[in-house]
């Protein structure tokens, strides 16, 4: 207890058990009462002389209750008042009243309990600036305690100026008044204070909170680590969804903005639509992917398989030359890279279980040619296969209708999954690709998340959250800032290649090669070689069948060999390797065996993904 509490108190007991009411037998006046030493608000009091008093404080009003016996808080007297007491009926009354004038408290000045003398002879003791005499002879001096110290008063909050402040307890029966005062007490019967009420309980509010205050002094819940800010009643972490203008798709922090309807299944560009959107961009003719037509060609002229009018020009027949041409083989036929000086022939396509490949043939419709092992050292048709089949692309098949993606971290088992629509997950395990006219792209630039998104035209914006591009061209970066993409088509024969904002693809029989073996050269597109044909930087590269080998150690540039499988015999100015396997040379020697070119140059685990190694490259999962 404070030392101005304890004086209070201390005032209040003395005034109650021993303080003349009537100003004593010698007093004079006869007072109403203990003037402005009214007790702490529930200190005794006595009902049958006393009705209400002032506080020490002079401007603050008890009342004295007639059940307890107890003094109980009324609340201060209102701006430019004080509190004063007179004897009405016998009984003590305080009321607000202006100030007396000529300076000193209300609680002196208003004094009448005690005259200027004593009976018995006692002293006459001061209690304020001018005096306010009390009988008991030997009753200690006490001082007047000032409206600080009444802060730390049961039932009070600290005051606030009260020469402007005007209390305010309109339709409240307890709480706060505004002013440092209350506007009641709860009776026993409803002792909770909400919003100015007096209720029985109180009665948790949660409904649509995930945390904070339930209006009662508990909780709605504690935030989970992963998103640890309460921010109104709603956890929240440090990722902040997006779903502003979205019905639909990702929200930026592996969550939805929502589900389509069935009514509108399709989550395009974040709007649910219905089941097909057709897809004509960078076409002119062919399908759009939901049962019509881009368009129809001209006479004179053919739609391509990439949606393309060409001008119509005679078929290849089987057994033609059909290296560097545009013409299409005839029906039946496809144009295969072949090891003699031809390059590449229309050959008959092979049925399932038939050996297929260079030089041999490709596939009908409905299967792949795909290497019977790892070794590569033969190729077979395999028919495509159906949703959740398992698949490889090493003598098992594809899928007919989605794509071969592994169930979980390899070595882990691989299966057909459906290609998704507009808006579906993908880019994981257990995930298809996308479906036609559409590509699996990142949710934003540092998404950890894909979503297939809608393909554009050349020229077109593309890039993460925003979509990829049509068939016949790819989605570069402008600028090595990659803030911006766009849909570039193949680069023309001697262009610029694979720098930014052009394309890495070349038109058909060319090939992006650099100019030099210095890091960073440019590159140009360069004609692809043949088996036996010369290559080397800024000459052109070889065909997929084969690899370029220098025929002298040192040598810039070489001759186009056909490539072994795995173990083949190698070396300079003698063979190659197939794509995937590299030459390792013996001790000392310039010869070797054709092995696996990632754990020849160590890329296994380097920290990039290297796509031609022949095992899984980790780097990439």
Same mark, same amino acid.
Not at 17 to 33: L, V
Not at 285 to 312: F, L, R, W
Not at 532 to 547: A, D, L, M, P, V
């Given at each position: ?203 948790? $509010? !949660? +409904? &649509? @909170?995930?945390? *904070?205050?339930?209006? %009662?002094?508990?909780? /709605? =819940? #504690? ?55 057709? $897809? !004509? +961009? &960078? @076409?002119?003719? *062919?399908?759009?992917? %939901?049962?019509?037509? /881009? =368009? #129809? ?57 038939? +050996? ?266």
């Amino acid at each position: 207890m404070s030392r101005s509490l304890l004086i209070l108190s201390l005032f209040a007991s003395l005034c109650v058990s021993g303080c003349a009411i009537g100003g004593g037998g010698g007093g004079g006046g006869g007072g109403g009462g203990p003037i402005g030493t009214a007790g702490v608000d529930g200190s005794p009091c006595n009902p049958t002389t006393q009705v209400s008093a002032c506080s020490a404080a002079t401007t603050i009003q008890v009342a004295c209750d007639p059940a307890s016996g107890k003094w109980a808080m009324l609340g201060p007297c209102p701006a430019g008042k004080v509190c004063k007491e007179s004897a009405q009926s016998g009984k003590t009354v305080a009321t607000c009243a202006d100030p007396v004038s000529g300076g000193g408290t209300a609680a002196a000045d208003a004094a009448t309990g005690g005259g200027n003398g004593s009976s018995g002879g006692g002293e006459t003791t001061t209690g304020g600036s001018d005096g306010g005499g009390t009988t008991g002879g030997d009753a200690p001096a006490v001082d007047v305690v000032t409206v600080e110290d009444q802060t730390t008063l049961k039932d009070e909050v600290t005051p606030k100026d009260e020469s402007t402040c005007t209390p305010n307890c309109a339709d409240k029966e307890c709480g706060d008044n505004g002013c440092g005062g209350v506007c009641g007490k709860c009776p026993g019967a409803a002792p909770n204070c909400v919003q100015g009420t007096c209720q029985a309980t109180c009665k948790p $509010n !949660c +409904a &649509g @909170k995930a945390c *904070g205050d339930n209006g %009662c002094g508990g909780s /709605c =819940g #504690t935030c989970p680590a992963t998103a640890p800010v309460c921010d109104q009643f709603q956890c929240k972490g440090d990722c902040e969804p997006n779903c502003a203008g979205k019905n639909c798709g990702p929200d930026g922090c592996g969550g939805s903005c929502g589900t389509c309807p069935a009514t509108a299944p399709v989550c395009d560009q974040f709007q649910c639509k219905g089941d097909c959107e057709p $897809n !004509c +961009a &960078g @076409k002119n003719c *062919g399908p759009d992917g %939901c049962g019509g037509a /881009c =368009g #129809t060609c001209s006479g004179g002229t053919t739609c391509s398989a990439q949606g393309m009018c060409v001008a119509t020009g005679a078929t290849i027949p089987a057994g033609g030359v059909c290296w560097g041409k545009s013409n299409p083989c005839t029906a039946g036929t496809q144009c295969v890279v072949t090891t003699d000086s031809g390059g590449a022939k229309c050959l008959p396509d092979q049925n399932n279980g038939q +050996a297929c490949g260079a030089g041999i043939g490709y596939c009908k419709p409905g299967s792949e040619c795909l290497w019977t092992s790892k070794a590569k050292s033969s190729g077979k048709c395999y028919p495509n296969l159906a949703a959740g089949s398992p698949c490889s692309s090493y003598g098992v098949g594809l899928c007919s209708d989605g794509a071969c993606a592994w169930t979980a971290k390899p070595p882990a088992a691989q299966k057909c999954f459906v290609n998704g629509g507009l808006g579906a997950a993908c880019g994981d395990y257990a995930m298809g690709n996308c479906k036609d006219g559409l590509s699996c792209i990142q949710d934003a630039k540092d998404a950890t998340t894909s979503s297939c998104m809608k393909d554009a035209a050349a020229g077109a914006a593309c890039g993460p959250g925003i979509g990829g591009c049509g068939e016949g061209t790819e989605c570069i970066w402008t600028s090595s800032a990659k803030t911006s993409a766009k849909c570039v088509p193949p680069a023309a024969p001697g262009a610029s290649c694979a720098q930014w904002g052009t394309a890495t693809a070349c038109v058909p029989w060319y090939s992006c090669a650099p100019d030099s073996n210095a890091q960073g050269a440019p590159r140009h597109c360069k004609p692809i070689k043949k088996i036996g044909e010369t290559c080397g930087y800024g000459i052109g590269f070889c065909s997929f069948i084969g690899q370029c080998v220098p025929e002298t150690s040192g040598a810039s540039s070489g001759k186009c060999m056909l490539g072994g499988p795995k173990s083949a015999f190698c070396g300079i100015g003698i063979a190659g390797c197939i794509s995937g396997y590299g030459c390792k040379f013996d001790a000392g020697k310039s010869t070797g065996s054709c092995q696996d070119v990632c754990e020849i140059n160590g890329y296994y685990g380097d920290g990039e993904c290297d796509s031609v190694c022949v095992e899984p490259d980790p780097d990439c999962f």
